[in-house]
Nanobody, 127 residues
């Protein structure tokens, strides 16, 4: 299982970024993929997830109406479109997958229950 996250960078408050997570080595169509983030000195936080089989999505409250998760099955890629970015969104963003349970708001609360992780991509929101 391999997950490769990219797309991070430096952006001003109110700006946008799109993160990509390219997956390989497992049945992409059948399992969920999640985005987590970790800011310095803070615990890893679940941001959003998507079920690649039925498209069901979930988001943590702080990003609802600003972030959108989507998948491209042809490219084995999950995207996280981040709009209206705030300084508090600054973190390293990771994508993860797991074969046990589908995406849900409850699953986003427990990063330790996701078994496979990609390397992170840094997102910095600053003027």
């Amino acid at each position: 299982v391999q997950l490769q996250a990219s797309g991070g960078g430096l952006v001003q408050p109110g700006g946008s970024l799109r993160l990509s997570c390219v997956a390989s080595g497992f049945g992409f169509d059948y399992y969920p993929i999640a985005w987590f983030r970790q800011a310095p000195g803070k615990e890893r936080e679940g941001v959003s997830c998507i079920n690649n089989n039925d498209g069901k999505t979930d988001y943590t409250d702080s990003v609802k109406d600003r972030f959108t998760i989507a998948r491209d099955k042809a490219k084995n890629t999950v995207y996280l479109q981040m709009n209206n970015l705030r300084p508090e969104d600054t973190a390293v963003y990771y994508c993860a997958t797991d074969f046990e349970e589908p995406c849900s708001s409850r699953r986003l609360q427990y990063s330790y229950r996701w078994d496979y992780w990609g390397k992170g991509t840094q997102v910095t929101v600053s003027s």
